[in-house]
């Protein structure tokens, strides 16, 4: 299923939901040529945002309800380039606390069936804004 977010970037690029449960999400990245690098791999800075999206879907369901969630911190590790793909991040987490979330992701290229990037990801937790806070009946 294409994750699409209307009149958004994203909604351009070919992101690819695979499974979403409450421990974990899995997002696909379809390569196409226009994603690639003269070396024929898809572009670090598209892996970079992959694993932010996925880190980031998991990191925000799992935040206290009415809370948004900002990424504070990314480390990635780049093991391997995707040449076939999908490029597909495995999102799980590693610990929830009361003013953050820590996310690891692993990204495969699945074509390949090797393991080419893994990330450790850290999300503020977000107060809502006043003018977006729920009203409550």
Do not use: C, W
Not at 29 to 49: K, S, Y
Not at 87 to 110: F, H, I, N, P, Q
Request: net charge negative; no cysteine.
């Amino acid at each position: 299923m294409p994750v699409t977010i209307p009149g958004h970037l994203f909604g351009t690029m070919p992101f690819y939901d695979v499974l979403e449960t409450d421990e974990m999400v899995v997002v696909d990245l379809h390569n196409r040529p226009d994603l690639i690098n003269v070396r024929g791999a898809l572009q670090g800075g598209l892996v970079a945002t992959l694993i932010d999206v996925a880190a980031g879907r998991l990191a925000f369901a799992i935040a206290d309800r009415g809370a948004g969630v900002g990424t504070a911190d990314m480390t990635i590790h780049y093991l391997a380039p995707i040449i076939e793909g999908p490029a597909r991040a495995v999102a799980t987490l590693v610990r929830k606390g009361r003013r953050s979330v820590v996310v690891a992701v692993d990204v495969l290229d699945v074509g390949r069936e090797r393991l080419a990037a893994r990330a450790t990801l850290s999300f503020a937790i977000l107060t809502p804004r006043p003018d977006q806070a729920e009203t409550t009946p």
